[in-house]
């Protein structure tokens, strides 16, 4: 099973409106962490918003929520007033534990997000 | 602050030549990853390292690749000999430990295998 799976190749938004991206993950482990990275055409990917798995608040940095569904294994990213720059593709991402002792980082297949003026 | 630089950002090669890419971390970051990014893929682990020590190498295939991070500053990751099939971006990353949850990327190196 995939544990990171984006289901949305492609998001359109207009300007100034808010818009979700999905990501479901799957773990078994009880501790974890999720993450949401922006990727522009730049190439450089930029950290944008994390969570963890016992964190009971919803993260948010600016413009960026993290909707966390715990029983539903979601964590879904929330960008509210979109603004022309905030096109880019997005990556989830899930840090758990692996054998050996020792956590790793696995990304989603990305949602390419673009601003409409 | 500097961030995590990466060369070359571009290369061309032929099939069966070797090509290395070159990536310093953010000064004081301990941990260091290279990851692999396929077009239209999101990135994939291929080794980390804390300090010297690659603790995580399970998905770099040893045939053909290997990698150093002598000091444990800058590091470098080979391919020898290269195959079409290698052609994507690579990225390097940093975080000051394996327990920070924000890693630092490059802005990768882009190597197409003829």
């Known amino acids: 099973a995939q544990k990171i799976t984006q289901t949305q190749p492609g998001m359109f938004v207009q300007e100034k409106e808010a818009v979700t991206l999905d990501c479901t993950y799957d773990?078994?482990?009880?501790?974890?962490?999720l993450f949401w990275y922006k990727q522009p055409s730049s190439g450089e990917m930029i950290f944008l918003i994390y969570q963890g798995s016992y964190d009971q608040q919803n993260a948010t940095e600016g413009r960026y929520s993290l909707n966390f569904q715990k029983a539903r294994k979601s964590a879904n990213l929330v960008i509210s007033a979109s603004q022309l720059g905030d096109s880019a593709m997005y990556f989830c991402?899930?840090?758990?534990?692996?054998?050996?002792?020792?956590?790793?980082?696995?990304f989603g297949t990305g949602t390419k997000l673009q601003v409409i003026p | 602050e500097a961030g995590v630089v990466q060369s070359p950002r571009y290369k061309i090669i032929e099939k069966k030549q070797p090509v290395a890419f070159w990536c310093n971390p953010i000064?004081?970051?301990?941990?260091l990853y290279w990851y692999r990014q396929n077009l239209g893929q999101g990135p994939e682990l291929l080794i980390r390292y804390e300090n010297e020590e690659a603790v995580d190498d399970s998905q770099l295939p040893k045939d053909r690749f290997s990698a150093e991070r002598l000091k444990g500053v800058d590091s470098t990751l080979k391919i020898q000999p290269a195959e079409l099939g290698d052609s994507a971006v690579y990225l390097c990353?940093?975080?000051?430990?394996?327990?920070?949850?924000?890693?630092?990327f490059g802005p990768g190196t882009r190597l197409t295998v003829t």
């Open positions: 991402a899930m840090r758990d534990p692996v054998s050996g002792g020792y956590q790793k980082v696995t």
């Open positions: 000064s004081g970051h301990n941990t």
């Open positions: 990353a940093s975080s000051f430990t394996y327990d920070s949850y924000e890693q630092y």
């Open positions: 773990t078994s482990d009880p501790s974890y962490g």
